[in-house]
């Protein structure tokens, strides 16, 4: 009996052995993954790490991961079996910063956003008071309810894993839920959503005359070779022709990025250029973070720069809730790392839904929205200038002027302007384990 033991044991730390080895190169990434996600998690959403471990963190390897929480300090590290500890610090205003391997301390000074965060006195989606309830006489709200109920697991399922939804009619919210351990007040990452933050950012730069669609010899690295061709318009469809790869379960250029970059605006900037460019439609989260450094050139400080995606759009419209997360260098990390309540989220679909326009002022020209909504050469209808589209009928049963900020793991903020509707989902599964094209018919159809 012993000898079984000794044997089973031997077979289980080689196995150990075998997994740490096999997986020894990813595991920068995962502990990086980790520790960053419990960090942010914990001081920008206020959860607790069982929450997190058993939610956010419940990818395979990245559960293997060892967390420590130093409230104190507002840190986390990771390790997996011992190996490649990786830490993550909380910056007030700037969220949580991914530290280098092995990098216990941090050395540069953190710069944070100065906001002046308005209380204004009207209902919600304008201002800070409750909504002006209405109730709508072409809305089916029992068939609405079921369609949102939908939208979440049944008692003991794990599947859709859907943890907050928000419908906006005609300015309104005409339904709501959200799952168990989160509430209206509850900040949620919008991943790739961010994206869309950053294109309405470079937005209000155009609106006030300080860029233009078409200016190319956007870097100096590029002076000297065809990249200076590649204008503005190029990077915000994803057909510039840069080399890049986008793949989540391998070490690529994204997860090299995300968690091994310092400085997460220079890796696109030095990639080459493979295609021809409004002839090469390929998403990725490095053109995003080139273009948050391309907005950083517009300032002559790194405070104006992060002064100026508040101050002139998202407090602007009230995302009050809001932090965008930065780099070691101190850049938004504009193709990722956004948090905000639910409700906040559906304030930047309602500013797409009314033409870049809230509330009277136009913060957007209405031909910007155009241009976000026009499908980009080679995408298949599926995207336009950091958006996403249905012009394509990628969701058959719904319309087809339906754009939407997407982010991992199916995070969305759908708006289908010939509904007048406004649908923001978060989550943990996307398409198919979560049926998007069911739950948009499904709501669509409690208004006639």
């Not at 209902?123 to 029992?142: A, E, R, V, W």
């Not at 859709?160 to 839920?177: G, P, S």
């Not at 009928?393 to 995070?411: A, E, W």
């Amino acid at each position: 009996m012993k000898k079984i033991v000794k044997y089973v044991l031997l077979l289980l730390i080689l196995a150990l052995v075998y997994v740490v080895y096999a997986n020894y190169p990813r595991l920068d990434i995962i502990t990086g993954f980790s520790a960053k996600s419990v960090c942010s998690c914990t001081f920008e959403a206020g959860r607790d790490l069982k929450s997190i471990e058993e939610g956010d963190n419940d990818i395979d390897m990245v559960n293997y991961a060892n967390n420590k929480i130093n409230f104190e300090e507002k840190s986390v590290t990771s390790t997996v079996f011992g190996f490649k500890l990786r830490k993550a610090v909380y910056k007030e205003g700037v969220g949580c910063v991914l530290l280098p391997e092995n990098s216990t301390n941090e050395k540069q000074k953190f710069f944070k956003p100065k906001r002046k965060i308005s209380q204004i006195n009207l209902p919600y989606p304008y201002g800070i008071l409750p909504q002006k309830d209405t109730i709508f006489s072409n809305i089916n709200y029992k068939v609405l309810d079921m369609a949102v109920e939908n939208a979440f697991d049944c008692e003991g399922e794990i599947q859709k894993r859907t943890r907050a939804v928000v419908v906006l009619y005609k300015d309104q919210v005409i339904a709501e839920k959200y799952a168990k351990g989160f509430s209206r007040e509850t900040k949620l990452l919008g991943w790739s959503m961010t994206k869309s933050i950053t294109s309405a950012v470079l937005g209000v730069l155009e609106k006030q005359g300080k860029i233009s669609l078409n200016q190319n010899k956007l870097f100096k690295e590029w002076e000297n070779d065809d990249r200076s061709k590649i204008t503005l318009n190029n990077l915000l469809q994803m057909n510039s022709g840069l080399e890049w790869v986008e793949d989540y379960n391998n070490i690529s250029d994204v997860t090299k990025m995300l968690f091994l970059e310092p400085d997460m605006t220079e890796v696109q900037l030095r990639k080459p250029l493979i295609g021809e460019s409004n002839n090469s439609w390929n998403y990725s989260s490095g053109t995003t973070n080139l273009l948050s450094g391309f907005i950083r050139n517009q300032f002559k400080t790194n405070q104006e720069y992060l002064d100026f995606w508040y101050a002139e759009l998202i407090d602007k419209i009230g995302m009050n809730s809001m932090t965008i997360e930065t780099d070691l260098a101190g850049n938004y990390v504009g193709s990722s790392y956004s948090w905000a309540t639910a409700r906040d989220w559906a304030k930047f679909g309602l500013l797409y839904l009314h033409n870049g326009n809230w509330n009277g002022e136009q913060l957007l020209n209405e031909s910007w929205v155009k241009h976000a909504t026009t499908p980009t050469n080679g995408s298949n209808g599926e995207y336009g200038a950091h958006f996403w589209l249905n012009a394509g009928g990628k969701y058959p049963n719904v319309p087809k002027d339906l754009f939407s900020c997407n982010g991992y793991q199916g995070q969305h903020v759908f708006i289908i302007p010939s509904k007048d509707l406004v649908i923001v989902r978060f989550g943990l599964a996307e398409n198919p384990e979560f049926d998007v094209d069911t739950f948009l018919n499904e709501a669509l159809s409690a208004i006639k």
